[in-house]
């Protein structure tokens, strides 16, 4: 029982940062029918800024304010840096294609992920970064939490799955209640018509890059703050969360959040209790039978061409 | 339409034919004049048939080892044919089919593996070469048939998905192989080794001689590549190449019209494997072992790269794509060449950008005396902000370019993050004087930050120039080299 | 436009032909003896980039201070190229580097190749050709062993640090002897150095009655806390042989995390004081950690210098190691040819007599004489302390 409750807790919160990376891919297919390949490493350069702050700001050992500021400094760092990158990735890389047969945008994204990766491997070498949260006032990010029955469950983790819940639970009321999420979702629907009807596709664009780029880089800096983080981190994550977006339904906002916790689910479950040398294998057997079965995804649309 | 040469456009005609609009007519015409000489040229040139052009190629290329004795540039060679092999492949795949294949180098492991497993000491199977091969190909293209299969009714993003979970199986699959149901099949991540060279009728071909590539291997590969040229060639022109031609146009319409498109779909999937299948057994029996890492989303996009440059659907292009991409990346590695390779691509970009005009030649004076300025202040303030150079070539430059014996730590991203901001405004100016000014400033940031930021890491900067130049070709050139300009009809 | 692609294509054609030319060139001067007062060249073939470019390039810039301390010193001029094997593209550029340096007659020797499969492709090539390779990572034992006959190695492979064979075993042993341990968890991810060291311990440790569980995550994991529940809270230790210093620590610190009591144990891939600190842990390693060698002292503040923002790993003080064996069995071999050498086989030959006396880990280095490993190899136990640094304990 303990068992379950550890693998619980851990796919809670793996699953959460694979939610928002999910949903920066859902996000931006939804309104451009576009695989955003270069995203996860959008996540890993999220996550170097944050590295960079906790440097400036004085490192784990002694940081320069309270842990709490920190927390959140490191995070408003990582994600406006991030919002900024999303942007000029989709004003230099995808625009000019926006027009261009579907082939085109996917290959300047696979070109762009390339980039950005060696680029930051250029730049910053191929060292592991950890960003030894353990220091932080002294462990006590892992050491205060609550215990259920014998399963501790540290300070650290509940910061991450909530803040993930935050964030998507902002994310959601932004689409569904206000007049630029309205925007979006009648992007994604027709952008033709939406054009038509008077909304400017490219702030609304813009603006979902920024929404799907920001969480990549909150993602990156909690992901960060558990497991140390390398250049070329971001095309293994990214897609794991590519992963959980299709599972989700990609376009999807719910979707891409049920996705994230169902991979982080069967990414744990599978390592705990059976065997971890095929653990792999069974992921993606049972994703490439979904794809077959219910291209769509648990909470997509049936893609309906009209003729 | 009318494939006959590489270079494919229509025959100019003179006079409008029967029910045939006079503009369309007169259009390959126009073309043509429009060429001035070089289209004179082209005219003559594309009136020579295709199978020409092969031989000659061949020819050519059989006349390397003659020129070059270097083992390694003869080995460079043999690799340069396998990549144009694997990109034929893909080529039939993405190019003639329209799928986006992102496990396309799946099936080049697997017949690697097949290979391996076959003809070398993990079973004691040795299969002769000439039972081999073939084998190996149809292995590949039943494969290739049964992925096809589930993968019908997926239209084109998600077979992208699905193809990339499929590679990644692949690879789990051959790490592991060590422990299926206590047998090791794949050898794992050690890999197996010891694997037979090729052989025919008894002979068996040494892969080196005291160590030396054997060019045996190069005549071998690229006997294959054309035969496998040709044979692509001939069911490109068959009914099945055209239906895939229109599949890839419009695949509502294509349906309409009563095609199989389920069983085109198939075919181009399992041809396109066999062509890789078989280029994994060449290279498996050359390198005499094989590895799972070899199969790594890394050769994908190097072969993608190839495909898209060359221009996807042309077989030339596809050619010249491959061994474009193989001899930059090789040129690439080493720091001499790069270098000379980076101010010729500069100098030749910024005199094609401008032409030959008073504003080029302003962009000149103005890129050196700025240059000479920044040299000499630096130089005057400290000795070692610009010693820093070591060897002939790098000297004379590191007299214009500062070179500084040691970078701070803080200089390669601040440098690179300028230059990157400077080239990306740089495309949002208009004013053609204001961008001769920020220009100028520029080329010298990139002649800087690629002699001391990019240079010294040989290694990711190939790949960095991979990725721009991926991109940059989707947004000016997305038809490549040699490819035809598509046009989607939504 | 096409009349700039056709351009282009032919100014690259005709650099290439230019630069190759010029490499035949050189090929065709190889009858004559060579001078050791012109530039030799080393190579270093290792991982530059991708996935284990931490390795090689820690290798590499250890390598470079050698190149750039040591060849003055020893009356040499010594160019080093760089020939980068991504793990990703599998062993197809170790071959295509053996060829580039086999080819080229000044070329003296090549420091690496870094992986154990890289040695195992090339390792013919080189032989063949004469040419002298030390490794400084490559510790598969049968690269200089015959193991169930076989042997991938060759006479002209030469390794400065212990092979696999001596590692596990080593540890293992303190492991029964001094933990006195009952059971065991064993990791590997799934590449060779994780699981030849897995597969050694666990042989020793059946053979000494102690229960053992083996677990195997893929390289690409970042996150083990799943892998963590498989560690039973009886469990005495968990063998983790890790090449990467944070995921030791971030599995350290986890295992506290869950509330197991397993110690940890791992291999010299972990050894960063810097970065792995986690007390209580226990790590091997060849050498002890290099900080703690005061001869070292000047070496590593060059090194720091630098290379600023940095840290010393366990990686790069035996490239530097390497290169010096071949940088002195350049100088035996030019003093016994009085100032030139007819080829690299006399490098080749010269490489085996070495003796180093102040060897950067500590006490004097020669070959042993049976294989081409290192004489009386031995690997050092170390205790992390509860300040984070690194005790001598077995």
Not at chain 1, 230 to 241: D, E, N, P, R
Request: proline share 5%; hydrophobic share 50%; aromatic share 10%.
């Amino acid at each position: 029982m303990a068992t379950f409750t550890q693998l619980t807790v851990d796919a809670l919160t793996l699953g959460s940062v694979y939610a928002l990376v999910a949903l920066g891919y859902s996000l931006v297919y939804g309104v451009l029918k576009l695989l955003n390949f270069a995203h996860g490493d959008v996540f890993m350069v999220g996550s170097f800024i944050g590295y960079g702050a906790l440097q400036a700001l004085g490192g784990s050992s002694s940081p320069d304010v309270p842990v709490w500021l920190l927390l959140v400094l490191v995070t408003l760092a990582a994600m406006a840096g991030c919002a900024v990158l999303g942007v000029v990735l989709e004003r230099f890389a995808y625009r000019p294609l926006r027009d261009a047969p579907r082939i085109a945008p996917l290959i300047s994204a696979l070109g762009a992920s390339f980039f950005i990766a060696n680029s930051m491997q250029l730049l910053f070498g191929a060292q592991q970064r950890d960003y030894q949260s353990y220091n932080l006032s002294g462990g006590s990010l892992y050491f205060r939490g609550f215990d259920i029955g014998q399963v501790h469950v540290p300070l650290l983790r509940i910061i991450t799955i909530s803040a993930a819940l935050v964030m998507m639970v902002v994310l959601w009321y932004l689409v569904n209640r206000t007049a630029t999420g309205k925007a979006m979702r009648a992007t994604s629907f027709d952008r033709e018509a939406a054009a038509m009807m008077g909304i400017d596709i490219d702030r609304v664009i813009v603006f979902t890059f920024v929404l799907g780029s920001a969480l990549a880089g909150a993602a990156g800096v909690m992901f960060a703050l558990r497991v140390p983080t390398a250049a070329s981190l971001g095309f293994t994550i990214g897609l794991k969360g590519f992963t959980a977006a299709v599972i989700g339904g990609i376009g999807s906002i719910p979707g891409a959040m049920v996705g994230g916790l169902l991979l982080g689910g069967a990414e744990s479950y599978t390592a705990g209790y059976w065997t971890t040398t095929w653990s792999d294998l069974v992921v993606f057997s049972i994703l490439i039978a979904f794809m077959i079965f219910r291209p769509q995804g648990l909470l997509g649309r049936a893609d309906i061409r009209k003729v | 339409m009318s494939d006959t040469t590489p270079f494919s456009s229509d025959v100019p005609a003179a006079t409008p034919a029967v029910g045939q609009d006079e503009w369309v007519a007169r259009h390959a015409e126009r073309r043509l004049a429009r060429g001035g000489r070089l289209g004179a040229i082209e005219g003559r040139l594309r009136v020579i048939p295709w199978w020409a052009w092969l031989v000659l190629f061949v020819a050519a290329a059989s006349t390397m080892p003659a020129i070059e004795s270097s083992g390694y540039v003869r080995r460079v060679g043999f690799d340069t044919v396998i990549f144009m092999l694997l990109a034929l492949g893909l080529n039939v795949v993405v190019g003639w089919g329209g799928l986006l294949d992102l496990g396309y180098i799946a099936f080049y492991g697997i017949g690697s593996y097949a290979y391996a497993i076959f003809d070398s000491g993990q079973f004691g199977y040795h299969v002769p070469t000439i039972v081999a091969i073939p084998a190996i190909t149809l292995l590949g293209a039943l494969v290739g048939l049964l992925l096809g299969l589930p993968s019908r009714r997926l239209s084109g993003d998600y077979l992208a998905i699905v193809t990339l979970f499929f590679l990644e199986l692949f690879e789990t699959v051959a790490t592991n192989g060590d422990q299926i149901f206590g047998h090791d099949i794949t050898g794992g991540a050690d890999g197996i080794l010891n694997v037979d060279p090729l052989s025919f009728f008894g002979h068996a071909l040494p892969v080196q001689h005291n160590g030396i590539f054997a060019v045996s291997y190069y005549y071998v590969a690229l006997g294959i590549f054309a035969v496998v040229f040709v044979a692509l060639r001939f069911v490109n022109r068959s009914r099945t190449g055209r239906a895939w031609r229109s599949l890839r146009e419009d695949p509502l319409a294509a349906e309409v019209m009563g095609m199989p498109v389920n069983w085109l779909k198939l075919a181009s999937f399992a041809t396109g494997a066999a062509v890789a299948a078989l280029t994994g057994t060449i290279s498996t029996a050359l390198s005499a072992s094989v590895f799972p890492l070899n199969f790594s989303p890394v050769v994908l996009i190097t072969v993608y790269a190839m495909v898209i440059l060359g221009g996807s659907g042309s077989q030339a292009g596809v050619v010249l794509g491959a061994i474009v991409v193989n001899v930059l990346l090789q040129m690439l590695q080493n720091p001499g060449q790069a270098r000379v390779l980076f101010y010729v691509v500069l100098a030749g970009g910024v005199v094609a950008a401008f032409r030959l005009s008073r504003r080029l030649a302003v962009l000149v004076v103005a890129t050196f005396a700025f240059g000479a300025l920044v040299r000499g202040v630096a130089g005057a303030l400290h000795r070692s902000w610009v010693d820093g150079a070591h060897g002939g070539i790098a000297h004379a430059i590191s007299d214009w370019v500062v070179i500084p014996v040691r970078l701070a730590s803080w200089l390669p991203p601040v440098s690179y993050g300028l230059l990157l901001a400077l080239v990306l405004g740089l495309t949002l100016v208009r004013n053609g004087w204001l961008r001769v000014a920020v220009l100028a400033p520029t080329l010298y940031l990139a002649a800087f930050v690629w002699e001391n930021v990019m240079l010294p890491n040989p290694g990711p900067t190939r790949y960095v120039m991979l990725g721009l130049l991926l991109i940059v070709l989707m947004i000016a050139r997305p038809n490549g080299l040699l490819g035809e300009r598509r046009v989607e009809i939504v | 436009m096409k009349k700039w692609i056709v351009l282009a294509l032919a100014a690259l054609a005709a650099s290439v032909v230019a630069s190759t030319a010029s490499g035949s060139a050189r090929t065709a001067a190889a009858a004559q003896k060579i001078s050791c007062r012109s530039t030799l060249k080393i190579a270093i073939v290792t991982p530059l980039t991708g996935g284990a470019a931490f390795l090689g390039q820690e290798q590499l810039s250890w390598t470079k201070l050698a190149v750039k301390q040591l060849a003055p010193a020893l009356g040499l001029k010594i160019q080093l190229l760089q020939g980068d094997t991504p793990v990703e593209q599998g062993i197809a550029p170790a071959q295509t580097l053996a060829q580039k340096y086999v080819s080229d007659p000044t070329v003296m020797g090549i420091i690496g190749p870094a992986t154990s499969g890289g040695v195992a492709a090339s390792a013919q090539t080189y032989f063949q050709a004469k040419m002298a390779q030390i490794s400084p990572s490559a510790t598969r034992t049968d690269l200089t062993y015959t193991v169930n006959g076989k042997r991938e190695g060759t006479p002209a492979f030469f390794r400065v640090v212990p092979a696999d064979n001596v590692q596990g075993p080593s540890d293992a042993a303190y492991m029964v002897k001094t933990l006195h341990v009952k059971k065991v968890v064993i990791f590997d991810f799934q590449e060779p150095y994780s699981q030849g060291l897995a597969t050694a311990v666990d042989n020793y440790l059946k053979a000494h009655n102690v229960t053992t569980i083996r677990v195997s995550a893929p390289v690409s994991t970042t996150d083990f806390s799943s892998y963590v529940t498989k560690v039973p809270s009886d469990a005495s230790a968990v063998f983790f042989p890790t090449q990467q210093p944070p995921q030791a620590q971030t599995f350290a610190e986890q295992l506290v995390e869950q509330g197991k009591k397993a110690i940890m144990f791992s291999s010299d891939g972990s050894d960063a004081p810097s970065q792995y600190n986690k007390p209580g842990g226990y790590l091997s390693n060849f050498a002890p950690d290099i900080t703690g060698i005061k001869a070292d002292a000047s070496l590593i503040a060059a090194w720091k210098k630098a290379n600023p923002g940095q840290q010393v790993g366990s990686f790069g003080p035996p490239a530097y190691g390497a290169t010096q064996v071949l940088l002195q069995a350049i100088h035996n071999a030019c003093a016994k040819g009085h100032g030139s050498i007819t080829s690299r086989a006399d490098v080749f030959h010269a490489v085996k007599k070495v003796r180093i006396k102040n060897w950067i880990l500590g006490g004097s280095f020669r070959f042993s004489t049976k294989t081409n490993d290192p004489l009386n190899a031995k690997f050092y136990i170390f205790k992390i302390q509860s300040d984070g640094s690194y005790k001598l304990v077995g």
